[in-house]
């Protein structure tokens, strides 16, 4: 799992504008990729640097290019200067403990957001970065991932209405993308949330209480990722920046709705872990009142018993004065005994049906 | 009962406008019926085709289709084109994982409701959606129901105002039947909740947590269902679409007091399980207690007898010497040992009388 | 005490506009009684048909009507007619399940309030409805109730400010005995919290917890009574109505002091209620510990000691060999078998100081 | 210390405008005393009447009338007239359960504060009230009190700014030695939970949740006292009354950080006090635990052997056959049996190791 | 670590503007020092006196003056009246339980924080004062730090925009290093909450309620001396004075964001702390559960056998009557006796093994 809070002691004390990627080295090779498109035409490639992407600049088509793996913070530099982006973003970018957020500056729009992964009952999450301009959009991601690969395809088939609409079009097709991913997370976790809740109603074991535990850490962790994206997308909604088309606003508004729906859902899932672990506690409770039962009925039936038991195996001399201990000498004592037995078992046994016990 | 999150994960990946019914299929055949009316007329008719439509569409009469069943996608494409639909409202209405809500558009408004039903303690939900036109009213339903049948004996009995009002009357009237609807669910769960309590107070079974865990699921589900609600009519309020007249707003604004009663009334009901666990829990407590008392109260008395029975059992040769268990050969030895038992039986009596356990 | 969710089934799938009662059928007869005053005259009747207001209506005298009983709902359609009152307002005022709620018309203001009782443990509750007119008030109770009393006293003795004002004024002055009477049913719960406050530190018994839950339902109910209040005398005071004079906003202000200082003082209530329940349930740990330490002290010393006793009760044959059980047949044996039961006894008194358990 | 909900029921169906005055009678004779004072001169007196004010208002001095003691209410009717306060003001002065609120109005402001006393762990409180008015200040306390006495201090000894500023300035200064005051209540406060803590972590006793929760009154007494005065004093700073000069205002900014201040130290003391409770309930059941563990030990231990001792003091006739109890004959009988014991009570010990119990 | 709320009562009573320092006094000597630069160049000082400060004020270069310790008011004193600052911030300087706060004055801004430190698992904390000036800064710490060094390191080489921006630039590095240090207190509290759940998870010792206790303290004083940044920050960003120029905005915007993060961070560790002690509580009710099992079984299993074998320990004369404890006198007796022990003790084993409790 995911650390509670990320170390981001790498960067205290830097002078702001440092280029330092925060995150762990997950790929070998920075992995420059970029498709061109418009109407009419589509091309893509693997590039070897970043000043290949100069040629795509100069034409009217939308150009998508993608970079896997930040660990070579010149390659962010060189961006930065060609595509004339803002020291501080190209920070963020690189700082992959950065809340999801959404900034207008004038000639592009910075979104960061995080895609997460569940496997295994285990949260994976890796920060995508996209920037928005007239007519590119660059993105950034700390590995390679196969979630944009729809939306690849749907440009190269012409499916839907990609290949007419611009980048930020594009960029909305790529945030859906991560967005409804997190629908699939919420599911995985409400599946493991059933599989608790049958483990704890039908055989409840010790570690119940610690997956609960990790459980909620995910879901807080999972709030914290999905939380800011409502009042950015707000944001990108109601400014009105030239960069994002009057017919995109209504697919934003959309998504809008979707990050809602997923936060209703991160809000119930939350209460339903609480419920979970009541339910869990009191499961327990019942158990121990069960097992407290069971030996207070023994125990409560058979210490007046081997009390009896012992009087009869006490040694007075019986033979000194009539009064030491005559039943011994009575015909029917030990019958008589078995008597008083099954009466005081008998009685206790109507006292704990009476109390409900049994 | 519904699942937690339900399933959404058919949809992702798909380019935004692509029509999927999400829902399970729930019908076997769509349904399309029509009611045309105004203040001197009525028709009713059973349609076979979605084009029937467009007779209704050149008259200035009121015309409410009911669409039965979602599953035949290209029915809504169809509905889609002679409306002149947004692609995207279509989705909303194939997509039956939403939340309630009511968006304007330009000629027509689109509202989302869910239907709630409550059977042998069970909450079952069904995505109602309505496009409200100029003298229109489409309505989408998963499955045919029978909570319209009264409204629609209005509009044939001419009953009420419902005649002589627009298709957007009509539009409030299916609201506040659904609205009115959650009254029932939370009646019902009102007395379910006052049958545990009745339960926990009179005689507490292991299964009540369970029971209580899976209420607190149902008032959330029913939250999640009605809290968006209460938003949206706001906006149907606010805003001044030219689609609903002013004569209809104070309706509007009554239906919003109901949304308000409602969701205050949940707030109670989750407030009133909540303590409902604690009550349990206490009562669980108490039993325990009283276990525990029953078993302290046994073998405190006991023990210390048996140790003392156990002491006049032991073998030690009284003939050695005159230290070896001299009581046992005393005249009264066995009356002062039976003495000796029920001082102290009574001494751990006023013990326990004094702490107030018996 | 008062259902958790009132029935409003009744009304569900009437059209809007129905007149129904949903309430209880409370008193025999509607009486319907007339006060008639302005700073010169002062009249008072009971009416036996509402035709009979009619006479004050052109008067400029301050005509208060006042009807006690609802069920009779075609006297409430005579006033809608005679009043000019809008159906939904009959409506709201026959449907007693009504959130208190202040609505603004164009010449009357309708005021919904909640009568609030406490008597025996048990919140009674009444709705209370206000027409305020130009210059007349109509008020609709439940049943017959003595509360407006004292207000009726005041404008009969010419009391106050109440003859010198309009009916504004008089609508004031009865929200405020209303309002008023909100804060001995917070006193009269303050002092059942006190009692049990009492009880659960003197003698805990049973049924605290229970008493604890209908506590707190009754101050749920309160809640909701009053909560909505706040909202809508704001509502009353931000609006600018000709029916209100600028002289009687003060005293409106002052009734909105009041409803915030009861809302306070509900919420307080709450948290200590809350916080009775933690003190219960950890006054009952401390009693189980008391229990399971009584237990454990003497169980703890006496088995092994009965052990010890058991031990010399066996019957090895001592004659075989001298191993064989030789302290039976020492001199001494058995008062060292007491000692040595004195010594174990002691030691276990002593670790049981240590651990502060005696 | 105070009720949980003063009583109000004195005033209840009174006609608003009646001076009643609702606390006890604390002092024996109102005394009534007056500072005047500006920048030159000061003089100080205690009067025999209200009427003795009247010299002061025409100078242009600024003069304090100090009132101790409000049950005389015709003290407060003749102020009112003489100085033309509203007979709501005097009203709310005399009703000593208000909230902390301050009053604009248009020759004058009233300001009301709770004064906090915080002795032998229980919390006094008294109700301040001043009328600030051109060049006046009207202060009325409960009781005579000494909280003032600083300020009256730096009046006759030209302190500070104090004597060259307005009534305003005062009005501010004695506003500020009551919030100010407020921070040694929470530090008391802050000293109790200190000791509550110590004696929770090193010898809980069984009255310690009692205290805990008559803390947690206190605090939502305090609470309730100060959480007004934040939006009040916001009033105070936003509207821009005539009476309050631009230079007072950054001392009034001061005083409202200040309140914050208390604010957030509150909030900070009800998390810690609900911490604390955790922390005693589970030292309980750590304690209990431990009961239990030696119960647990001593009595897995014995009650097998003391089975065993048991079974060789049966009384089967071993001359009748070699199968009858053969080793009460054995040579090493006795010794085996101890072997026999040692080993299952090291056996036992082994466990409980394992288990970590011991 | 620091007292739950700090002394303030040395100030109280005192007039507004009284100059007094109620922290404790940390460093022996006042150490003034002053770095004046610009592009060009750069010099750096110890000052003996405020006075000698008075040169650079001619100057256009940049000078920041630090000082370090507060015990001496006269220094502070001087410097109010050399820069002309209000004596109320003077004050709040001084005062070192303000709450962080920035307050915009006519020619200079007042910015407080608070520096916190975490060594030793204790939180230590400093207050921290900034006067952001024309082209001046004044700072003031408590004590002699080593947070700012990297700054000036950054000053001294030339390292990015520092010594090319002005002073407010300066203030914001400052406040840069001040917040990226919150981090490092996140990350050392998440590492303790992560030792913490490992013991819990491992093996839970009876200190960790209290650690817990004192960590959630610990968050509650980061929370109370992050959350205020949050609305200054705000304020800064939003009035627009001349003092900060448009080119440090988006830097205080960088800044804004972070605080943002810190205070999720602080939430979600909140959250995660209180379900820690949840998990603690129920791995103790887990051991109690266990503890409970293993005496269930031995007794239950045990003491039904003591009685059996208490039984035929009884001394029933068995020559008198066949009935009296013929079994003794089986030739198979003893083996039978054995018999049925194995049989009662199975007969448990399989309950307990149906119970699912071994």
């Known amino acids: 799992m995911k650390k509670l809070n990320e170390k981001r002691s790498a960067k205290v004390g830097m002078p702001p504008g440092s280029y330092v990627y925060v995150g762990q080295k997950r790929v070998e090779q920075v992995k420059i990729s970029a498709i061109d498109y418009d109407q009419q035409q589509f091309n893509t490639a693997v590039l070897n640097s970043i000043d290949e992407t100069e040629i795509y600049r100069s034409r009217e088509t939308i150009s998508w290019i993608n970079i896997d793996g930040l660990h070579d913070t010149s390659i962010l530099e060189k961006i930065g200067l060609q595509y004339e982006i803002n020291p501080l973003t190209i920070e963020d970018i690189l700082n992959t403990h950065q809340r999801p ?118 879901i807080l962790y999972l709030r914290r990722s999905v939380y800011p994206l409502r009042e950015s997308i707000t944001t990108l909604q109601q400014s009105q920046p030239n960069l994002v088309k009057k017919s995109t606003r209504q697919y934003i508004r959309d998504l809008y709705e979707h990050t809602i729906q997923i936060i209703d859902a991160i809000e119930s899932t939350r209460d339903i872990v609480t419920s979970l672990l009541d339910l869990y506690m009191s499961s327990m409770s019942i158990k121990m009142n069960e097992v407290m039962k069971v030996l207070t009925i023994i125990a409560t039936i058979f210490i007046p018993l081997s009390f009896l038991a012992g009087v009869y195996g006490m040694n007075f001399d019986t033979g000194i004065s009539p009064f030491n201990m005559p039943e011994l000498e009575y015909r029917y004592g030990y019958l008589l005994f078995w008597f008083l037995t099954f009466l005081v078992a008998a009685g206790f046994m109507l006292f704990f049906k009476k109390k409900k016990w049994i």
Do not use: C, W
């Open 101 to 218: 957020k959404i900034e207008i500056f004038d000639h592009y729009i910075l979104i960061i957001l995080k895609m997460l992964n569940y496997k295994n009952n285990s949260l994976q999450t890796e920060q995508v970065s996209m920037i928005l301009g007239k007519n590119f959009l660059l993105t950034f991601q700390e590995t390679e991932g196969d979630l944009f690969d729809p939306v690849r395809a749907r440009i190269k088939n012409s499916m839907g209405r990609i290949r007419k609409s611009g980048a930020d079009y594009l960029a909305y097709a790529l945030m859906d993308v991560i967005v409804d991913n997190y629908f699939i997370v919420i599911e995985s976790i409400g599946e493991e949330i059933e599989n608790l809740e049958d483990k704890v109603l039908k055989k409840p074991t010790d570690d119940l209480v610690e997956k609960i535990h990790f459980l909620k850490r995910k």
